[in-house]
């Protein structure tokens, strides 16, 4: 199971922080993506995050602002998001794909399971 939390209202040049909570399966077997979805547009993959290995990935709109974290003893991952711009506004998810997998990280396709959403809005 994945539980995303922690989406909310801010304002411009923000910050907010995610939180994906893992439970059910060997957190280490697995790499964990973000994705956002803004109405209208295709979803988008945001980041990559292994826990096993400490392995990150950032898609260029995001680099320097977002950053991925984890408490590997929670089983959580965290995704810190600051500089937050009007374009960061969207329902963003948590999902899994195996470790093995994560060249492909960018994928929604290739990940077997997601969390429900949580919404970002970011205020101009």
Request: glycine fraction near 12%; charged fraction near 20%; hydrophobic fraction near 30%.
């Amino acid at each position: 199971q994945l539980q995303a939390s922690g989406g909310g209202l801010v304002q411009a040049g923000g910050s907010l922080r995610l939180s994906c909570a893992a439970s059910g399966f060997t957190f280490d077997d697995y790499a964990i993506g973000w994705f956002r979805q803004a109405p209208g547009k295709e979803r988008e993959g945001v980041s990559c995050f292994s826990s096993n290995d400490g392995r990150t990935y950032y898609v260029d709109s995001v680099r320097g602002r977002f950053t991925v974290s984890s408490d590997n003893a929670k089983n959580t991952v965290y995704l810190q998001m600051n500089s937050l711009k009007p374009e960061d506004t969207a329902v963003y998810y948590c999902a899994r794909i195996p470790l093995r997998q994560w060249v492909l990280c960018l994928l929604g396709y290739k990940y077997d399971y997601w969390g429900q959403g949580t919404q970002v809005t970011v205020s101009s």
